[in-house]
Structures are given as C-alpha cells and as structure tokens.
Nanobody, 120 residues
Framework: QVQLVESGGGLVQAGGSLRLSCAAS????????MDWYRQAPGKQRELVAV???????NYADSVKGRFTISRDNAKNTVYLQMNMLKPEDTAVYYC??????????????RGQGTQVTVSS
C-alpha cells in the first residue's frame, strides 16, 4: 500500500555531515507525523526526531543542535540533516510515517533503513 524508501546513508568522518531522505509513495491520502529512529548494534531503538504535518519538530537530547528534520509535504518526503556527526551516531536509521490511506485507514509504515557509519 505504502512504501518508504530511505537514502543518503554512508560512511563519514567525525565532524562531517550527511543528509538522509525518506520518500513515501502509494495510496496516500495524508501523512501526519514523520519520524526518524535509529538502532545501533546491541542497543535499543532510539527516537531521533519527529516532525508533524504542520512542521513542528522535536529532537532527542543527544542530537539537538546538530540534526535538523524537515519535510516536503508535496513530495511526501522527510529529511534529516545531520551535522557534526559523532561515532556514537553510528546506527541504522529508519523513517516512520503515520499515514491516512485513500481507503481512510490509518497505519504507520516504516522504511527499510539506511546505514550511517561515523569513523573517529
């Protein structure tokens, strides 16, 4: 019904930047909140940033001041600009979208994840 495709991950040195993108496609009527999560090996999944359909944002304390979440509602796409990256940011990053489908059903969809590796 809905696919979320993430891109932009990779290997970067500490202090560097990456920009993640997540594009949603399918039977979408409207997308509410869009989120970025991450999961590092051996650690619990962590909510990184959230953005509402109106553009309000919220961040994990660990990324405040370094990461910026944004979205393009016309493209059903959410972005995560990551600056001043640290080795502890290394993880698989996933996007989630709270979607109202054309069928009027409401479901949360999750992307396949993109690896971010920060070397020291």
């Amino acid at each position: 019904q809905v696919q979320l495709v993430e891109s932009g991950g990779g290997l970067v040195q500490a202090g560097g930047s990456l920009r993640l993108s997540c594009a949603a496609s399918g039977s979408i009527l409207r997308i509410n909140d869009m989120d970025w999560y991450r999961q590092a090996p051996g650690k619990q999944r962590e909510l990184v940033a959230v953005i509402t359909s109106g553009g309000a944002t919220n961040y994990a304390d660990s990324v405040k001041g370094r990461f910026t979440i944004s979205r393009d509602n016309a493209k059903n796409t959410v972005y995560l600009q990551m600056n001043m990256l640290k080795p502890e940011d290394t993880a698989v990053y996933y996007c989630n979208a709270d979607v109202y489908l054309v069928s009027r059903a409401r479901t949360t969809f999750r992307g396949q994840g993109t690896q971010v590796t920060v070397s020291s």
